[in-house]
């Protein structure tokens, strides 16, 4: 069974910074796309950044060069650095992995919490 778990979500200020990671387990095959998504009550989930393997990282306009995602594709684990986090940053934060193109397959973690507030 494939699980995704993601870490290294809290608590805090505007202008802060998070790290946030997941790795997978039950496969092993790679993970061709890895992304993290995020969502808040009363909206859809929402894709933050992605990267494929052999591909550029793309991110979501509003993160406006605060965040980074990388990953180890050996290993199907994927990080997301954020910093000058903004009130509405806060959300659900969601690892995704997807072996291949087409594949209908969509892998989820549970979800770790981000909250920005002063």
């Known amino acids: 069974q494939v699980q995704l778990v993601e870490s290294g979500g809290g608590l805090v200020q505007p202008g802060a910074s998070l790290r946030l990671s997941c790795a997978a387990s039950?496969?092993?095959?790679?993970?061709?796309?890895m992304a993290w998504y995020r969502q808040t009550p009363g909206k859809e989930r929402e894709l933050v950044a992605t990267q494929i393997i052999g591909g550029d990282a793309k991110y979501a306009a509003y993160v406006k060069g605060r965040f980074t995602i990388s990953r180890d594709g050996d290993k199907n684990s994927v990080q997301l650095q954020m910093s000058r986090l903004a009130p509405e940053d806060t959300a659900v934060y969601y690892c995704?992995?997807?072996?291949?193109?087409?594949?209908?397959?969509?892998?989820w973690g549970q979800g770790t919490q981000v909250t920005v507030s002063a």
């Open positions: 039950g496969t092993q095959s790679r993970f061709t796309v």
């Open positions: 995704h992995g997807r072996e291949a193109f087409g594949d209908p397959r969509l892998y």
